[in-house]
């Protein structure tokens, strides 16, 4: 941030409150799969807080964080804007309908193999 803000002639705390202002900007480290999961009012009346619970429990992270072994980063949104396949959770840009948690446990158990590749 100190070279951008040397560089553009803009005052360091601008440049702060811009890089935390905006989500995708992000001061730690993010995990291989970066979960995220939609608890917009479809996906939440439709199961999205069991689908958040079995994550936080398999994953033992919380929103915002990133498991130990930085697999998996796990972040909880407003809205995807996918309502009618919902509840949602979006993997790497891999948008993930229809959930279930039995389906998400899968999904999981398969990333997980999928790393030890």
Do not use: W
Not at 32 to 54: M, N, Q, R, S, W
Not at 61 to 88: Q, Y
């Amino acid at each position: 941030m100190r070279y951008i803000s040397n560089k553009l002639y803009v005052p360091m705390a601008k440049i702060y409150g811009i890089a935390t202002f905006y989500a995708q900007f992000s001061f730690t480290e993010k995990g291989k799969y970066v979960i995220t999961c939609c608890d917009g009012t479809a996906c939440h009346v439709k199961g999205a807080p069991l689908l958040i619970e079995f994550l936080e429990n398999e994953l033992n992270i919380k929103s915002g964080e990133t498991s130990n072994d930085r697999l998996f980063s796990l972040e909880i949104v407003a809205c995807l804007g996918c309502c009618a396949i919902s509840p949602v959770i979006v993997i790497n840009d891999v948008y993930y309908g229809n959930l279930t948690v039995q389906k998400l446990r899968k999904i999981v158990k398969n990333l997980k193999k999928e790393s030890k590749n």
